[in-house]
C-alpha cells in the first residue's frame, strides 16, 4: 500500500485477555517505531526496530508487552494479561532510513492507530 | 531529561485569523523539530521538519519558526480554515537516538 497500514483499527478487550496489533510498513522502509497514546497526550515511545532487529525496547512498559518483526517488513505488537491501563492508541511509524541518519529531508510516516479499549 | 512542552493546551479561534502555537524543549543532543498535525482519530502528518540551522520552514499556510539557542518553535497558521481544527503536535528527535520526543499537543478549534 502507499501508506502505513494498521490492523485492526479497533479493539475491545477483556481484562486478562492477550492482542496482538499488527503494522505493515511503507515497503522497503528499514526503520519502524511503536507509540501508545493515550487519550489526550501525545505519542510516548514504545519500541524501535532496524529492519528484523530491535534495537530499543526501553519504552515498553512492562515484560506483558512483545514487539516483533521477524523478516523486517511487518511488525506485531503483542500485549499479554491487558489492564485497563492499557487502554490506548497504538500508533506505528515507518522511515526508509535508519534512525541514526535521520536527517531534515527524512519524513516518518504514522499509520492511523490502534485503539485498545480494555473493559 | 528529554522533555518537549507545548502551550497553550487549546486554542479557539475564528475561521480567517491567524494563531501561533509554541514549542519549548529540552532534548539534548537535539537533531530536528517536526510539527505534525492530527486529525481526530487520524495518525500524524508532518508539516515541516527543521534541523538546528534552519530557522523558519513554510508549508502553504503554516510557517514554523525554530531557535536552537533557546530551544524555541513555534508553527504560526495565516488564514485558519474550518479544516485546520486538530491537534498540533511538537516532536523532537536526538542525533543518537532511536525515538521521538512528542509534546502534548495544541489543540486547535477553528469556528466559523
Known amino acids: 500500500g502507499a501508506g502505513v497500514s494498521q490492523s485492526p483499527r479497533y479493539k475491545v478487550a477483556k481484562r486478562g485477555q492477550d492482542v496482538a496489533l499488527r503494522c505493515d510498513p511503507i515497503s522497503g522502509h528499514v526503520s519502524l517505531f511503536w507509540y501508545q497514546q493515550a487519550l489526550g497526550q501525545g505519542p510516548e515511545f514504545l519500541t524501535y526496530?532496524?529492519?528484523?532487529?530491535?534495537?530499543?525496547k526501553s519504552g515498553l512498559p512492562s515484560d506483558r508487552f512483545f514487539a516483533e518483526r521477524p523478516e523486517g517488513s511487518v511488525s506485531t505488537l503483542k500485549i499479554q494479561r491487558t489492564q485497563q491501563e492499557d487502554s490506548a492508541v497504538y500508533l506505528c511509524a515507518s522511515s526508509h532510513v535508519r534512525s541514526d541518519l535521520l536527517s531534515s529531508n527524512t519524513e516518518a510516516f504514522f499509520g492511523q492507530g490502534t485503539r485498545l479499549t480494555v473493559v | 531529561k528529554n522533555q518537549v512542552e507545548q502551550s497553550p493546551q487549546s486554542l479557539i479561534i475564528l475561521e480567517g485569523k491567524n494563531c501561533t502555537l509554541q514549542c519549548n524543549y529540552t532534548v539534548s543532543p537535539f537533531s530536528n523539530l517536526r510539527w505534525y498535525k492530527q486529525d481526530t482519530g487520524r495518525g500524524p502528518v508532518s508539516l515541516t521538519i527543521?534541523?538546528?540551522?534552519?530557522n523558519t520552514k513554510s508549508n502553504g499556510r503554516y510557517t514554523a519558526t525554530l531557535d536552537a539557542d533557546t530551544k524555541q518553535s513555534s508553527l504560526h497558521i495565516t488564514a485558519s480554515q474550518l479544516s485546520d481544527s486538530a491537534s498540533y503536535i511538537c516532536v523532537v528527535s536526538t542525533i543518537t537516538g532511536n525515538q521521538f520526543y512528542f509534546g502534548t499537543g495544541t489543540s486547535l478549534t477553528v469556528i466559523p
Open positions: 527543521m534541523t538546528f540551522s534552519e
Open positions: 526496530f532496524q529492519n528484523e532487529a530491535q534495537l530499543d
